[in-house]
């Protein structure tokens, strides 16, 4: 044994641990626990830290120890003896401090407030832009108005709630540093969240604390009290106020959006620029959001996030016999079909053999037709430009295939012009009174070619002779 440790003591020495002395390198569990003792450290946090790390003191195998192994431990029993020895370091705020960023967070967004009465409501020329101009989508001033959602990213400024309930107790707030860590266990370790999402921080800190807390399923839960505040910009086609704003991490860039009442007439509401601090640049499609909400919780803010409303560039219009008539915005490989799907579909009254396209073309008009029963059938789809404009028309509400009776009959009325009818039929279904004159009958006819002809018939005739 003291060959093996003379000898690894030379190779700490050749690599720059000549700091050390040759009992603190430690070979066996045993003499690691030992050393741990000694500098005053707590045996289990020792041991889930060298956990997280992939170490397993209970089967570490000493004559299978790697180099890389010594020196990973070494390092791990130094860190903690260091964080033991000043709990407070630089990373960890002080009660003034904590308190200050408590009061930043719950620091309301200072917009001024405007109820809008209905008269005032701003008209949406375009769909989708309602959501913004009459506060549908809306913006949070602080996160306690909502429960975050799984996937709300977590950084620097958070306030997280660690329960634990069952046979430990724990209910306990903690803040995420600037490092992107927070400190459990009376500040004996760290754990680090920064980055991940709310789901993940939940699984990793249950991961850790099992180890340290009992607890079984359904016993710990990860939440967010309150969300730090992001400085983020607004810029391009809005429709007022662009420029930079404060609000909770909390909001979407959707939400973020409803501070300048969104895109404005001109802009584009199907391809919205995420520009991420980070340098990724993201796309946002309100239309999209509108038949997933989940979507939006794909684009969360952090500082220095910009977003970028640009010029729309295909937007048609649909009137007549459809559900919601008005303009839309379509991407380039839209057409006909999705136009339909996004106004609601057709009414009952459409007549769809002839949809009719106005278009502006080599700067002359022209109209086509559509059969969008055919169009449906072939699986293909009519690509539609800037500025077209569809019309739906309507089938006809005058009614042919009925036979209307007027005299002495019981029931006057329209009837069914059944196949294959007869006089007597409908004569019968009217119901003739006793008063009736038989001998002689008018019938007011409209012919194919629109003219009306008069025929003077026999109704004793017609009944007898069916």
Same mark, same amino acid.
């Given at each position: ?7 690894? @003591? ?97 620091? *309301?967004? %200072? ?181 997933? *909400? ?87 789809? @009519? ?8 019309? %739906? ?15 002495? %009959? ?55 002779? *069916?």
């Amino acid at each position: 044994m003291y060959k093996l440790y003379f000898i690894l @003591f030379i190779l700490f020495s050749f690599v720059g641990f000549s700091n050390l002395s040759a009992q603190q390198i430690f070979v066996t569990p045993e003499e690691i626990i030992e050393e741990m003792n000694r500098r005053g450290l707590n045996e289990e946090d020792v041991k889930a830290e060298l956990l997280i790390h992939g170490i397993d003191l209970n089967t570490l195998d000493p004559a299978q120890m790697s180099y890389e192994q010594i020196q990973k431990i070494e390092q791990i029993i130094l860190n903690m003896e260091s964080e033991v020895n000043s709990r407070k370091s630089e990373n960890q705020a002080s009660p003034e401090q904590v308190q200050e960023l408590k009061d930043t967070i719950k620091k *309301p967004v %200072v917009i001024p407030e405007k109820v809008i009465s209905e008269d005032e409501l701003i008209p949406a020329t375009i769909f989708g832009q309602e959501l913004f101009r009459q506060g549908s989508i809306n913006y949070f001033e602080e996160s306690d108005e909502i429960n975050a959602p799984a996937s709300y990213i977590l950084g620097a400024g958070d306030e997280l709630v660690v329960s634990i309930w069952g046979r430990s107790q724990l209910d306990e707030n903690f803040i995420l540093g600037k490092d992107g860590f927070i400190r459990i266990a009376e500040g004996k370790q760290r754990v680090f969240l920064r980055g991940l999402s709310l789901e993940q921080a939940r699984n990793k800190l249950k991961s850790v604390l099992s180890r340290i807390y009992s607890f079984g399923p359904g016993e710990f839960d990860l939440s967010l009290k309150y969300s730090r505040t992001v400085r983020i910009s607004i810029y391009g086609e809005v429709y007022e106020n662009p420029g930079s704003y404060t609000i909770p991490a909390f909001n979407s860039a959707f939400n973020a959006l409803s501070l300048v009442k969104g895109p404005g007439d001109i802009g584009s509401l199907r391809k919205i620029q995420l520009q991420k601090n980070s340098g990724e640049l993201l796309t946002m499609d309100l239309y999209a959001l509108l038949s997933d *909400p989940s979507r939006q919780y794909d684009f969360f803010l952090e500082d220095n996030d910009v977003i970028l409303v640009p010029v729309s560039e295909n937007i048609v219009s649909i009137e007549g016999a459809v559900k919601r008539p008005m303009k839309y915005e379509l991407l380039e490989n839209e057409g006909l079909k999705s136009l339909i799907e996004y106004c609601g579909g057709f009414s009952e009254l459409a007549y769809k053999k002839k949809v009719q396209l106005t278009r502006f073309e080599d700067e002359k008009q022209k109209i086509i037709d559509i059969d969008f029963n055919a169009l449906a059938r072939s699986g293909d789809d @009519f690509t539609l430009q800037h500025g077209d404009r569809i019309v %739906v028309p309507e089938i006809e509400s005058e009614y042919r295939n009925y036979i209307e009776v007027r005299g002495e %009959v019981f029931s006057e009325g329209q009837y069914e012009r059944e196949p294959a009818m007869k006089l007597s039929d409908v004569v019968r279904k009217a119901g003739i009174k006793s008063s009736t004159s038989t001998e002689l009958i008018y019938i007011t006819r409209t012919n194919e070619n629109g003219l009306t002809e008069v025929l003077k018939l026999n109704l004793e005739t017609a009944l007898s002779n *069916p």
